[in-house]
């Protein structure tokens, strides 16, 4: 049906994956990518599959939500589980990953797939193509094609903000202050904590308080995803917030003292190497000037270089329930697919996911057979329920949450249930990739 070639626009993590599941299917792939000959405020690298944000890609148990998609994205063959899996780095119960080394061998296994050509171009528009598009260009979406992508919600031009922390070297942290050890003890000794008594603490919160912040522009109102709330705005909700947020020392024990610190910073590798350390939770719209003066308050912090500083970028995505079939194809336009976040969910393996299913869909497509919708109980079936059922009304991102799947009958303890959905979510997957893996490519 159509042009035998899918367009995917975008090779970040969703563009990745859909054409990686497209070329799986036997469906010749044109990946469109504007790195090197152009950068957003957020990238640094030409390589395909970058992380800009987090280096982790959040929890690895089943009884997490998050846990149990990227169980569902294994059992799917997706090229974004595979190389996480393969440049992992400590971080505890999360799975964390080299972020060059991630990108890199993602980059590469698309390049060495025969059926896909990446071509490094800018797409100022929606491409005017009788087959399979696929718009996966992330949620730094700007210009003429932001503008499309406006038009393809009805004019509505919806945003939110999203942050990013701040990376520091390893050698510049002091190890004499600083020690090792996960929360709990789960994953050994895989975080470096900086420990803050009072005293400390409550100087570190009245200097970001009073610290300078990169303003909003005028036409633009300041709206922030929940998970991703920059520091000195969750210090703003009491001066105690991020003593039960990201700086909580619950769990983690100071083994000089043999006693938890009033409050810790937490820091994560961030490379193989170990070389440099992501500030777990600290993300933030500091000025450059004021995010070293403050975050040198921290105690094993105060010569700290820092690789990467902190930032806050606008995010856009559509109003998925208004636009978006739970194929992931655009309402009246059954040759167009969206991807990532522009879906309007939130979170590395949430944008792979809906990437995976448009790039399996958008090659079913092509190829004459029904396009699929995973099972609702599923983690990858409750998020495509959610963005295309949810009410369009103030619609906002979200990540996989357990809250999205359908109940299971009768009264358990939260660990057991959340158990017993996820066993539940992955037999059906599995009964539901039998349906049509059977047909083969």
């Known amino acids: 049906m159509g042009q035998q070639r899918i367009i995917i626009v975008g090779g970040g993590l969703a563009g990745a994956e859909a054409a990686w599941q497209a070329s799986r299917l036997g469906v010749e792939v044109l990946l469109l990518e504007m790195k090197p000959l152009r950068f957003s405020p957020a990238h640094r690298s030409p390589l395909l599959g970058e992380l800009v944000c987090s280096n982790s890609l959040r929890a690895e148990s089943l009884e997490n939500a998050v846990g149990l998609l990227k169980e569902e994205m294994r059992r799917l063959d997706s090229i974004i589980m595979r190389a996480a899996d393969a440049t992992r780095v400590p971080a505890g119960g999360a799975l964390a990953v080299d972020r060059e080394a991630f990108a890199r061998t993602i980059t590469q296994a698309l390049e060495e797939e025969p059926r896909v050509e990446i071509r490094r171009a800018l797409v100022e528009r929606i491409p005017d193509h009788e087959g399979p598009v696929i718009l996966s260009t992330g949620p730094l979406t700007e210009g003429s094609l932001a503008r499309d992508l406006a038009d393809l919600a009805g004019g509505e031009d919806l945003y939110f903000y999203d942050a990013i922390a701040p990376i520091v070297e390893a050698d510049s942290i002091d190890m004499e202050v600083a020690f090792r050890a996960s929360r709990y003890g789960k994953g050994g000794d895989d975080y470096l904590n900086c420990p803050l008594d009072r005293s400390q603490y409550e100087a570190f919160v009245e200097a970001l308080l009073q610290a300078k912040k990169v303003p909003t522009r005028d036409f633009e109102r300041e709206i922030l995803f929940s998970g991703c709330m920059p520091i000195e705005a969750m210090a703003e909700r009491g001066r105690d917030t991020l003593r039960f ?62 690789h990467r500083l902190g930032s806050l970028h606008r995010n856009t995505y559509l109003n998925a329930p208004r636009v978006l079939l739970p194929t992931l194809q655009v309402r009246g336009r059954p040759n167009l697919w969206v991807a990532g976040q522009l879906t309007g969910v939130e979170g590395y393996v ?92």
């Open 245 to 306: 947020g990201p700086m909580k020392p619950v769990g983690l024990v100071d083994p000089r003292t043999g006693k938890e610190p009033y409050a810790v910073v937490q820091l994560r590798q961030d490379d193989v190497r170990a070389s440099l350390y992501n500030m777990v939770g600290f993300q933030t719209k500091l000025t450059y000037p004021e995010q070293e003066r403050v975050f040198r308050m921290i105690p094993g912090l105060q010569r700290a270089r820092f």
């Open 350 to 441: 949430e944008s792979t996911a809906m990437g995976l299913l448009a790039g399996v869909n958008a090659a079913r497509w092509i190829r004459g057979e029904d396009l699929l919708v995973p099972p609702e109980t599923t983690a990858m079936g409750a998020l495509v329920h959610y963005i295309t059922t949810a009410s369009p009304r103030g619609f906002q991102p979200m990540n996989v949450n357990f809250g999205l799947f359908p109940p299971l009958p009768g009264r358990m303890k939260k660990a057991l249930r959340r158990r017993a959905m996820a066993l539940r979510a992955l037999e059906e997957l599995e009964n539901w990739m039998r349906t049509w893996r059977k047909e083969g490519p």
